[in-house]
């Protein structure tokens, strides 16, 4: 940390920032960074990105950022090769209002689970994404994704921490701490969607049983029958058993046929309802109106792997209301470092995006006294 005289001398402030920035990026563990606002955090961290050997991804939560992040990199004497990280909403025309497609019902299956790139090949869907195949979105994505080994910087948001490949062998570096990225509540006020655990949950059931698949349906009809019947070990085992010889991801949900979320308003199908379901199956109390999954002192995170889930992501359950809360961290095993850049971290939320028994090492360029 600068010494307490020195914090009124921005150019002191702002060197010594640098300095603790290029120390975090060889760092062997994860370092988050609390610097005030001037002392040039992002400014050295993007500079920094433009000449190490080591490729990195910079992720922030606001588009004005991605934009100054551009202006830098592109002005820099190392004439660094940076790519934006495409995303629907930006670059597919047909999620822009009044376009030729539906962007109300796409934006509705998005929230429901549907990869951008999977909206484009959804059976019969050409009214929804007139774009096709030839969509820019696509285009600039495959463009990315084929070439990613030889891009410097990846510009993206925090949510493209989710994506493995944005991640591997790079120095990953997230300006500010955002919650939406990696928090989510089920049923959510503001959605406009069905999210909430007590229909999702039963239409998942409901599908399973009409779809004659090997699983215990008859006795998980319901959403209460779950909650009762899953104290029968040799149940909820044979129950288990299908997630993790079928998986409970997003991405394992978009490919189970007998699920088919649509935009109707009356359509309780959502493709987290088996990642719900099988939290609710490994749920243990934590408090006392409290649940979660994995618990702890639970041997669950051997299932959470099988079921091709992140050892990481907690679930929280309410038992009076039966909302459920969602902790998605990334899965930063294969990343080669971690730096998080914030003004006033709370470091206890940092370290939730780290696996169980890991923290960042934080790093203070000056006092928080000293902040002016």
Not at 261 to 271: E, I
Not at 289 to 310: G, Y
Not at 333 to 360: C, H, M, R, Y
Request: proline content about 8%; hydrophobic content about 35%; overall charge negative.
């Amino acid at each position: 940390m600068l010494d307490g005289d020195r914090p009124g001398d921005l150019s002191a402030v702002r060197s010594y920032t640098k300095d603790i920035l290029e120390d975090a990026f060889y760092a062997e563990d994860p370092v988050l960074i609390e610097a005030p606002p001037s002392s040039g955090k992002t400014t050295s961290a993007l500079e920094l990105a433009a000449s190490v050997d080591t490729p990195v991804t910079y992720l922030c939560g606001r588009i004005d950022l991605y934009e100054e992040a551009k202006q830098e990199l592109a002005k820099n004497q190392h004439n660094v090769d940076f790519v934006e990280i495409p995303s629907p909403h930006r670059d597919c025309p047909s999620f822009e209002a009044g376009s030729p497609g539906n962007e109300k019902r796409l934006k509705q299956l998005y929230s429901k689970g549907y990869s951008g790139r999977k909206l484009h090949f959804l059976p019969k869907n050409d009214a929804l994404t007139p774009c096709g195949e030839d969509c820019e979105y696509l285009q600039k994505l495959d463009k990315v994704e084929n070439r990613i080994d030889e891009i410097d910087v990846l510009i993206g948001h925090h949510s493209h921490s989710h994506r493995e490949h944005y991640l591997k062998d790079r120095i990953v570096i997230l300006d500010e701490f955002n919650a939406d990225a990696f928090i989510s509540s089920y049923p959510n006020p503001n959605a406009d969607i069905i999210d909430d655990p007590e229909e999702i949950v039963p239409a998942f059931l409901d599908a399973l049983a009409d779809d004659n698949i090997a699983f215990p349906s008859p006795r998980f009809r319901d959403f209460t029958d779950l909650l009762v019947n899953r104290k029968e070990e040799k149940l909820s085992d044979f129950a288990i058993d299908w997630f993790t010889n079928n998986g409970a991801s997003r991405s394992d949900a978009e490919d189970m046929e007998f699920l088919s979320p649509s935009s109707f308003q009356h359509n309780r199908d959502h493709l987290l309802a088996p990642f719900l379901t099988l939290s609710l199956l490994c749920m243990e109390r934590v408090g006392p109106e409290i649940e979660m999954a994995p618990h702890p002192d639970t041997d669950v995170l051997d299932i959470w792997k099988a079921a091709n889930l992140n050892p990481s992501t907690r679930v929280v359950r309410n038992r009076n209301t039966s909302k459920m809360t969602v902790l998605r961290p990334p899965d930063f095993s294969k990343a080669e470092q971690i730096v998080g850049l914030d003004g006033t971290p709370t470091l206890d939320l940092w370290n939730l995006l780290l696996p169980p028994e890991s923290e960042f090492d934080l790093q203070r360029v000056v006092a928080r006294s000293d902040f002016t």
